[in-house]
């Protein structure tokens, strides 16, 4: 399930569809982020979550799997608090 969510986020609509999902707040932060280094904010956050899954820490995959166990939609959640890790909030 996050394996098949990250593997589509090189599609657009997929990328669209999360970013759509995400609390206003999270949203705008990486709408900053994202222009500050002149990137679609889509492409910005698809790096972001695979630059995550390349250098997480143990610590770090075992909060995230936490995370996934208490959610409806675990895939989601996942790319949802990879993201508000990456923006700080």
Request: net charge negative; proline share 4%.
């Amino acid at each position: 399930m996050l394996g098949d969510l990250i593997a589509a986020l090189d599609r657009p609509e997929v990328i669209s569809n999360v970013l759509a999902t995400l609390d206003p707040e999270l949203a705008a932060n990486l709408n900053e982020r994202a222009a500050r280094v002149s990137m679609p904010v889509g492409d910005f956050s698809a790096g972001a979550v695979r630059a995550f899954l390349d250098e997480a820490d143990d610590d770090l995959w075992f909060q995230l799997v936490t995370v996934m166990r208490k959610s409806e939609d675990p895939g989601l959640a996942a790319v949802e608090t990879i993201l508000r890790w990456v923006v700080g909030t």
